[in-house]
């Protein structure tokens, strides 16, 4: 009995042994723990950054859950992996489980990775250039893979066109989409032939001969023929991905439609125009206004200054008033651009001049067309520049400066003198009530040789409301007319006068002057 005993015990000994050792051998593949790490990212020959590990690619963290990491981006052939701090191979990467395993246009769902540092030192391998989006779920050490082609389907027309800088010769077309592309504008005669039927003369977006790649686009269409009705056609070409050596090209987009144009005559009879100023942003004044924009009669339209609050943002400028003049008018009638108080304020408002091509690049300009020479003038801000307003950022007496000597010359220049007319658009009218600050000096600054010049009349705005001065008074040889913010001024001259008819948003005439030539 008591050698049984033994042997039952040894027996139940052993068994109690081999159910440890199972119990340790569970243990020791339970489920790797949670990977904790605030970042993520993707490093190798695969992207668009190649092997540089001091500046990987981050990753997104999920904003469904914070154990998930996301790359939506472009990937070419070539190898990739995945770590967790910059600069340092000797540190643990994400891998796949076998080396070279494939991501390509076959979906991947759920597979493994593993993570460790040093060898082996497995990669993915990129098979198909592409779009892709690759998820990280860290909690169960998986990765996903889905394809989506050299374009994911949402590249688009975001804004435009709209027509600006018209001369004779050229004009500037200019939108945007929502992601940077190529872009070019097809250009052919406003005849009844097809559009397509024919490969149209080609001007391409370019800076110094090297195409510009942006989601804003400026194409200047050059070589016209003056007072020669055009019609156009703009496209965008999606950039994907690009390498010094190599663009990898997404969708195109166009619109459908063909606006027609016509360019500047400087020796036409005529000219007509309409000036609207001080909208600051309201669109549906701005639209009630624009409605009398006649497409096939008026030659461009003038934005005499504030058409915004201040610019912060380029979207501000483009659903402020570019958007609904491209929607009313601007696809087929220009606006010249007239620079207000306002539009220096805000921090985008240093790239003014990205947004509005002049002949000198700069907000002052002249340009003849028909019977008038004008002369467009930055007024500038409407304080002095040590104003606790600016916080130091205004220097405008000495911008006025320059721009004083740029207007002694075009003032003493033939094409100024030999005009039939001569027409002053800017926002703050010189020598006017409450001279202070900034309208002071340029008041001071301008007003004497304006004087001097034989203007016939000058369009101003500012003040929110209707003023006009005739000439003679407050000691000006001509006449300046003030429009309100609710108001536009339809100007039509020939060689006889100049009519101005003020209009209210019903299109009525509510103020009328005419000046015959001088």
């Known amino acids: 009995m008591k050698i049984k005993n033994i042997i039952s015990i040894i027996a139940a000994l052993c068994l109690f042994g081999a159910l440890s050792s199972c119990e340790q051998n569970e243990l020791q593949v339970l489920p790797d723990p949670p990977i904790k790490t605030d970042v993520l990212y993707i490093v190798g020959n695969g992207t668009l950054i190649d092997w540089d590990n001091n500046n990987p690619i981050p990753l997104q963290v999920s904003p469904d859950n914070p154990n998930v990491f996301i790359y939506d981006g472009f990937l070419k052939k070539g190898e990739v992996k995945l770590c967790f701090e910059k600069g340092s191979w000797g540190v643990e990467f994400i891998r796949p489980v076998v080396a070279g395993s494939p991501i390509g246009t076959d979906p991947i769902v759920d597979e493994k990775f593993i993570v460790h540092a040093g060898d082996p030192d497995n990669k993915w391998n990129v098979v198909e250039d592409g779009l892709y989006t690759l998820t990280f779920d860290l909690l169960n050490r998986t990765m996903s893979s889905e394809y989506k082609g050299m374009s994911d389907g949402t590249f688009k027309l975001k804004s435009g066109p709209s027509l600006q800088n018209m001369g004779e010769n050229e004009v500037t077309i200019m939108w945007r989409t929502n992601k940077p592309a190529k872009s070019w504008v097809e250009i052919a005669p406003d005849d009844d032939t097809d559009f397509d039927a024919t490969e149209r003369p ?74 609207m100023n001080d909208i600051h942003e309201n669109n549906s004044v701005l639209r009630s206004l624009a409605s009398m924009v006649d497409k096939d009669k008026t030659d461009f339209v003038v934005f005499n200054g504030d058409m915004v609050n201040w610019i912060t943002n380029e979207d501000q400028l483009f659903n402020g008033f570019i958007d609904t003049s491209s929607e009313t008018f601007a696809k087929n009638v220009p606006f ?183």
């Open 202 to 275: 080609k001007f391409n977006a370019e800076r110094n001969g090297a195409a510009v790649v942006d989601t804003l686009h400026k194409v200047t269409v050059r070589n016209l023929a003056p007072d020669t009705k055009y019609r156009y056609r703009i496209f965008s070409q999606e950039v994907v991905a690009r390498l010094p050596w190599k663009i990898y090209y997404g969708g195109t987009v166009s619109i459908d439609e063909t606006p027609a144009f016509r360019t500047m005559n400087k020796n036409g009879e005529t000219v007509n125009f309409l000036i």
């Open 336 to 518: 010249v651009m007239v620079k207000g108080n306002h539009e220096p304020r805000g921090i985008w408002s240093q790239y003014y001049m990205n947004y509005f091509p002049t002949r000198t690049k700069k907000a002052y300009y002249a340009f003849r067309d028909g019977p008038v020479f004008f002369i467009v003038l930055d007024s500038g801000e409407d304080k002095e520049d040590g104003h606790d307003e600016y916080s130091g950022t205004a220097f405008f007496a000495a911008y006025r400066a320059r721009e004083a000597e740029w207007l002694k010359k075009v003032l003493a220049s033939d094409e100024c003198k030999n005009a039939p007319y001569r027409i002053v658009l800017v926002h703050m009218p010189p020598i006017y009530a409450n001279d202070a600050g900034g309208h002071a000096d340029f008041s001071e600054k301008f007003f004497p040789m304006l004087n001097a010049a034989k203007i016939d009349v000058m369009f101003s705005g500012h003040f929110h409301k209707f003023d006009y001065t005739p000439a003679g008074w407050r000691k000006s040889t001509f006449p300046i007319l003030i429009n309100s913010n609710v108001d536009a001024v339809d100007v039509k001259v020939n060689m006889q006068k100049i009519q101005v008819d003020v209009r209210n948003t019903s299109g009525a005439v509510i103020h009328s002057y005419s000046y015959a030539r001088k």
